[in-house]
């Protein structure tokens, strides 16, 4: 066996949510019966207009995906309102542009700062690089940040720091006049992890223009329904997104993805559609689960709603199964750092599967 470098040996695998086909084969379940409720994806199904560009294009997978995207740039712009040249995208989703970020800055030894509970793929991505995580703290029953714990976190070794607004997987928002302490402690840059900001009607474009230490990072994969096509883009200042580009894969950005986005954001009635049915879907969700004592649900702003499952009886190995067993899928964060074994996290659905969810919950806690 040859040498694996220590970064790798040492890394902890990723856990990302299960495919319907493992959860069939193992639960002999129909996969067309099951209902995803675990990885925060669009119960609308994709833009109409995405699946005829594909359908349309589908003839041109022998040649290599465009090299130039400035149509794609300009579309991402105008939605967001900033400057192409400030755009970046990537063809594995916003995980690619996580990895392309780390590619940019990391030097072994350099520092970054995470929040748990948050998304768990930044550090998964930037040990690799040989980077050193530094936790501050969400804190999980107010379910806000601790800011102090972030500035507190901040040493002269800080490459970046992340946060996550709407924060995966407790669905709380940080408040702008704390992200802007944070840009405003740090010369490190400032990763903001907006990929569930249309459910909240929040975002923090406008700090781009006063901090140049701010990133924001976004994806098609949630509100845009394209989490199958692997597209993510950053949003950051023009010379840094020219850096970023020097090191990022050239074609990982396929043809029937950079199509798909360009239709779906072509399509506004589609987004807007989106955002309501999932938003509709989550306080349908919260206020159904809130009335079952032995649950603690969480306000969420975002596609997902945090549950606190300790008084059960059960922990969340046991109930996601239980779930899974009538053709269920939710997320058991028991791999989120900073959670325990009593916590999962529900994703929207449409309005029928949530009332079938609401009514397994019922028999399965009696
Ligand atoms: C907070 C957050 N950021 C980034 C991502 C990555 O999104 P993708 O790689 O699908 O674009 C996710 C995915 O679930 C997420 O929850």
Redesign the pocket.
């Given at each position: 066996m040859v040498k694996i470098k220590k970064t790798v040996e040492e890394l902890d695998p990723y856990v990302p949510g299960r495919s319907n086909a493992d959860l069939a084969r193992v639960y002999g379940l129909d996969p067309a019966d099951i209902i995803r409720m675990g990885?925060?994806e669009n119960p609308l199904g994709p833009s109409s207009l995405a699946i005829q560009a594909i359908n349309k294009n589908l003839h041109l997978i022998n040649t290599y995906p465009e090299s130039n995207i400035d149509d794609l740039k300009d579309q991402i712009a105008s939605y967001a309102g900033v400057n192409p040249n400030e755009v970046i995208v990537?063809g594995?989703?916003?995980?690619?542009i996580?990895d392309v970020l780390a590619k940019t800055l990391i030097e072994p030894g350099d520092e970054y700062i995470v929040h748990p509970p948050?998304?768990m793929?930044y550090e998964f991505t930037f040990s690799v690089y040989g980077a050193v995580p530094v936790y501050a703290r969400w804190d999980v029953e107010g379910n806000c940040l601790d800011v102090d714990s972030v500035l507190e976190a901040i040493t002269p070794k800080t490459k970046v720091v992340f946060l996550?607004t709407p924060n995966?997987p407790t669905g709380g928002l940080i408040a702008k006049k704390d992200i802007k302490t944070i840009l405003e402690s740090t010369d490190a840059l400032v990763v903001v992890?907006e990929?569930?900001w249309e459910f909240s009607g929040v975002n923090n474009l406008e700090l781009l223009e006063e901090y140049d230490n701010l990133f924001i990072?976004r994806?098609?994969?949630?509100v845009m329904g394209l989490?199958g096509m692997?597209?993510?883009y950053g949003i950051g200042q023009k010379e840094f997104i020219e850096y970023m580009h020097r090191v990022k894969p050239v074609f990982s950005l396929i043809k029937l993805s950079y199509i798909a986005a360009s239709a779906t954001l072509s399509d506004p009635e589609y987004i807007k559609e989106s955002t309501r049915l999932s938003i509709d879907s989550r306080e349908f969700l919260y206020d159904e689960m809130s009335k079952f004592p032995e649950l603690k649900v969480f306000k969420s702003f975002a596609n997902y709603i945090l549950v606190d499952i300790r008084n059960t009886g059960m922990n969340s190995k046991k109930i996601t199964v239980k779930l899974m067993e009538n053709g269920i899928i939710v997320r058991d964060c028991s791999s989120f750092r900073g959670l325990d074994d009593y916590w999962i996290r529900v994703s929207v659905a449409t309005m029928e599967e949530d009332i079938k969810f609401i009514n397994v919950l019922k028999s399965i806690l009696g």
């Open positions: 990885s925060n990537g594995d989703g916003a995980d690619e996580l948050s998304y793929y996550c995966n992890d990929a569930y990072l994806t098609f994969s949630k989490a692997r597209i993510g």
